[in-house]
């Protein structure tokens, strides 16, 4: 494959006048300087290793390794080569990490059987009515709201990891299954994904370091044995489903898909595969959204006055519906700001399958060509002082706007998130709701950094304390 041509220069951002409130992230150091903290706390946690030009450089080599590491920020070669699947599809590590659970999904294959699997999901979501799926959602709010006014005014600590899994799993199950998550399965699904993420979402520097490309690897057994747990929930969910064929949900969309060349459906094990690719991106890419965005409330009370005084506006003390949630401008662009910060995927692996060039420089045929929405996001060419906390970036005409390409929480290109709509609606539905109804308070917030799991996650668990606003 030829080398592509020189993208457009990037320009150079100012940086603002005036510094303010920076959420918790790693302060980037120099390579050697960055190793040492990674094993001076006997971590595996990528951000902490990544170095400061990371959020310098275009396009930048990350080591010295045998597979050979590029990172890519520049947002031209970045749209490029999402948009290459063919020449450069998900990473081996990537696929390898997720296989278990999510099969041979779209998530994960690429070519042909990614296109014939894209072209019978897509339906399930551009056929779904949004109206009918704001009412899903809004029942797992109803029931997320009778769960804090329990512990509201209490005193009684618990974990906000934890409430916005089981929000956002209740909220995926009734929109995929027509039925609730029950508390139980609930949990059970929770550590289950604690269990994946914490070893998956793990790097292993020997392989990183010493093996090539394409070397065959098994997942830990406690990796293998808490998917196998995750894919029989969903399987058993799916069997009840089929006794309902009345309902109207996704679930029932999926079932419908035909593929467009020889007519045939899915198979079981395919449906629980695009099903768990629906789970994991519906469930926990938003439940480690909202967590950072109720963790970010409970340090910020002047932006939860505001976003409080839009949401009365809109809706007064009545019920926050799907028309409502539409012009809540302010919240959209809170949200927006703390997906900046802390992206659900904090990195989109390829690996290039044949010898090419990118920005002058030759790329390997296994060369693994790391996006980070994470650096992106926080580049220091890309955005003015990256590290503080400002929702106006979001504004009509704001900076958001200034660097075509610089903003992707969702990724970009024919494999953009197939429910990056859906997700939208979701979020700022329960943020209205919450913050409306609710004060938060984070227990021992200098504990707080994020980690970068499957999703970008807290290090630990977030411990608060509610009372009603």
Not at 39 to 64: I, N, T
Not at 148 to 171: N, P, Y
Not at 378 to 407: C, I, K, M, S
Request: net charge neutral.
């Amino acid at each position: 494959m030829t080398g592509l041509a020189q993208p457009e220069a990037i320009p150079t951002m100012v940086p603002a006048p005036h510094t303010a409130w920076r959420p918790p992230a790693p302060v980037p150091r120099g390579a050697v300087p960055s190793l040492l903290r990674l094993v001076w706390r006997r971590e595996k946690d990528l951000l902490s290793l990544l170095p400061d030009v990371a959020y310098r450089d275009m396009v930048a080599p990350l080591g010295y390794t045998r597979r050979g590491i590029l990172l890519v920020n520049d947002p031209t070669w970045v749209e490029r080569v999402l948009d290459d699947h063919d020449t450069f599809p998900k990473n081996d590590l990537f696929v390898e990490a997720l296989a278990d659970l999510v099969g041979d999904s779209m998530f994960v294959t690429s070519g042909d059987r990614w296109r014939r699997q894209r072209r019978m999901v897509d339906p399930a979501f551009s056929h779904m009515r949004l109206g009918h799926a704001f009412d899903f959602m809004a029942g797992a709010v109803d029931a997320a709201e009778s769960r804090l006014d329990a512990l509201t005014g209490s005193g009684e600590a618990w974990s906000l990891d934890a409430a916005m899994s089981h929000l956002t799993a209740d909220v995926i199950t009734r929109t995929i299954f027509s039925v609730p998550l029950e508390a139980g399965a609930s949990q059970e699904v929770f550590d289950d994904f604690s269990h994946f993420e914490r070893q998956v979402g793990s790097i292993d520097l020997k392989r990183l370091l010493w093996d090539l490309p394409w070397s065959p690897h098994r997942q830990p057994q406690v990796v293998r044995e808490a998917c196998a747990r995750i894919r029989r929930h969903l399987g058993t969910m799916l069997d009840a489903r089929l006794a309902r064929p009345e309902c109207d949900d996704i679930a029932g969309s999926v079932l419908d898909a035909r593929d467009p060349e020889t007519g045939e459906p899915f198979s079981r094990e395919e449906l629980i595969d695009q099903l768990g690719v629906f789970f994991l991106a519906g469930h926990e890419t938003t439940a480690s959204s909202l967590t950072w965005a109720v963790f970010i409330l409970s340090q910020r009370p002047d932006v939860v006055a505001r976003l409080r005084a839009e949401v009365d506006a809109a809706v007064g003390s009545g019920p926050v519906t799907l028309d409502a949630v539409k012009r809540l401008s302010y919240v959209r662009m809170f949200f927006k700001e703390v997906l900046r910060l802390y992206p659900p995927i904090t990195f989109l692996p390829r690996v290039a399958m044949t010898d090419t060039t990118i920005a002058g420089r030759a790329v390997p045929r296994g060369t693994m060509l790391m996006i980070s929405p994470w650096c992106i996001h926080r580049h220091e060419r890309l955005w003015r002082d990256p590290a503080r906390f400002d929702p106006e970036r979001f504004a009509p005409g704001g900076e958001a706007e200034q660097v075509r390409g610089a903003y992707l929480p969702f990724g970009t290109g024919p494999r953009i998130c197939v429910g990056a709509g859906f997700a939208a609606i979701e979020t700022a539905l329960i943020l209205a709701r919450l913050v409306r109804r609710y004060d938060f308070t984070t227990l021992a917030p200098e504990r707080v950094r994020p980690y970068a799991r499957l999703t970008t996650r807290p290090a630990e668990e977030i411990m608060m304390t509610v009372r009603s606003a």
